[in-house]
């Protein structure tokens, strides 16, 4: 089966930073040092205080090969937002019918985070983007291994616990791409750059490895 083309984008993007700023400066701060070391996808987090602002502001600063998302939309309200803000796909922590269903009105890709079987497939056929594995630290990569077994048409983003040392076994599994935050974004702007360069390196040598 053919990929959508908002999986294809995800799947050229390959690492997802989630970015989770104290303020909007902050946030575009960590943004750019990111975009500067090479990132492909970038969430902003509604936990960040003008997640909207923060999300435009990179958006702008951003070259259009970087996409550009919203995370932790909890409410309908959140997906507005990050819709009017130019975001490029909106990744919920949890998965809601009616966040699903306005995502689909908004034409904006969503991306539910769910663990268990039932969870994905109700998400899954509602209308998900793809499937935001989430705490992927608490199943490990082993559950994709065992989940995609009867699930095979299913896509998969695991975010949480995703590291340089395991990326490849989680590409391995079949995922679509992977979210990274702590281990990306934090400290100064030059480690940040420095880790996202790691991280696209990481990512070059999966591909190389792994061709196709």
Known sequence: MAQSPFLAELSRVGVVAVIR????????EMGQALVAGGMLGIEVTF???DCARAIRQLRDFAPASVAVGAGTVRSIADLEAAASAGAGFA???HFDVAICTAAKRLGIPY?????TPTEILT?????ASCIKLFPGSLVGVDYVNAIRGPLPDV???PTGG?????MPEWFAAGVVAVGMGGGLAKGTPAQITAAAQAAMARLG???VSRPG
């Open 205 to 207: 040598e999966i591909r």
């Open 123 to 127: 998400a899954w056929n509602a209308g």
């Open 47 to 49: 936990t960040t205080p």
């Open 162 to 166: 995703v590291t340089l040392a395991n």
């Open 21 to 28: 700023g104290t303020s909007a400066d902050q946030a575009v």
């Open 111 to 115: 991306l539910p985070g769910c663990i």
């Open 155 to 157: 896509p998969f983003m």
């Open 91 to 93: 990744v919920s922590p």
